[in-house]
């Protein structure tokens, strides 16, 4: 029998006799195929034409490296490609492509697939479409690879979609796309840092607009399975891929884009993660009044009070009252400025923390009102 052994699934034991001269099947042979051949036995598998004993299971392709382009119940079979019949569609039966290789074009465009799908592991290698494609049981595309683009248009999961470490190269459109429930693997993503999510529980996005139709994809499925941290998490990561896809265009544009982003990566995400985190607020207040403070300690020419030394336990503790209480702009008046740069810094952490703490405001009433 064939030598093959997948990587993901060490129980898989392919039937299918190697061909001559070689220690693997048609299906799993990495060398140049014999195409009328590799057609030939592939209607066989899928026909149920044969010996049980002798072939794989009719929807198990695990491993399969199809050299022809891939389309599913649609056209005629043609030198240059291979078709799924619809019956493969219309069964309950799991469809497996574990670890297949698909090196032409793949066309899954109006499948509905009735039963759990398998993509674990697969590499597509060139154009794929799942155009308006219906996945009524789970699909699984944990650690599948993308090398060209693909095409999630208008696709519906109606049980679970699962992509932790899935791989996009290239463009994937997510437009119009669908799910019930949203799978990212352990944790599922988690805000932690200021990155772009290229690498967001083990997804990989290269393109600006796949990374902004995949995260507004995962945050619908989120709110559609009530997932609120994850569906407010998945909006983080989609609001920094917009805005980074507006920096495009004339140099003009580029520049007015880039002031906005400036001001929204200062103003909305540092401190608050644009209302997805409740303790990014608390630490940027912290931060503020911290650094205001030590300004205050280790400048004393700056303030009209009593100097005790710049390592005392009292200069830090009076310079962390006077910044706390300019921060949150109750102004005692035991403590003032000294010199027109005083008065700049006070009135700038003053402007800090009133915005600061408006903005705490609108996330904390934000989450209570859910």
């Known amino acids: 029998m064939c030598k093959w052994r997948s990587e993901l699934e060490e129980d898989y034991r392919c039937k299918v006799a190697p061909e001559p001269g070689s220690e693997f099947c048609i299906f799993h042979d990495p060398g140049e195929k014999d195409i009328e051949r590799f057609k030939e036995e592939f209607y066989k598998q899928i026909g149920e034409i044969g010996a ?93 690879r993308f090398k060209e683009d693909v095409l999630f248009w208008a696709t519906t999961f109606k049980a679970s979609a699962n992509f932790w470490g899935t791989i996009f190269l290239e463009q994937a459109d997510f437009q119009r796309s669908k799910a019930k429930i949203m799978s990212l693997g352990p944790g599922n993503p988690r805000l932690g840092g200021f990155g772009f999510g290229r690498e967001r529980c083990g997804v990989i996005l290269r393109d600006t607009a796949t990374g902004y139709t995949f995260w507004h994809f995962a945050r619908r499925a989120f709110v559609e399975q009530d997932e609120r941290q994850e569906a407010d998490a998945a909006y983080y990561f989609e609001r920094i891929w917009r805005l980074k896809a507006s920096v495009a265009g004339p140099w003009w544009r580029k520049s007015l884009a880039a002031f906005f982003y400036f001001m929204d990566l200062l103003l909305l995400r540092i401190p608050i993660a644009y209302g997805a985190s409740t303790l990014r607020p608390i630490a940027s207040w912290m931060s503020v009044i911290f650094c205001f403070a030590a300004v205050y300690a280790t400048c004393p020419t700056l303030l009209a009070r009593a100097w005790s030394g710049l390592w005392t336990v009292s200069n830090w503790v009076t310079s962390l009252y006077f910044s706390v209480t300019v921060f949150t702009t109750l102004g005692l008046g035991d403590v003032k400025p000294a010199r027109l740069l005083g008065r700049m810094l006070i009135s700038l952490e003053a402007v800090m923390g009133g915005l600061l703490i408006a903005l705490t405001v609108v996330v904390i009433s934000r989450k209570f009102m859910r």
């Open 52 to 144: 049980e004993d002798e072939r794989n299971p009719q929807y198990d392709f695990t491993g399969y490296i199809f050299p022809l382009f891939v389309t599913f119940g649609q056209g005629v079979p043609t030198p240059e490609c291979v078709v799924f019949p619809k019956q493969l569609g219309l069964k309950s039966e799991e469809v497996v492509f574990l670890s297949a290789t698909f090196e032409k074009k793949a066309d899954f465009s109006g499948a509905t697939f009735r039963g759990n799908v398998s993509f674990v592991g697969a590499v597509f290698s060139n154009i794929t479409n799942f155009l308006g494609t219906t996945f009524e049981g789970g699909a699984d595309f944990m650690g599948a």
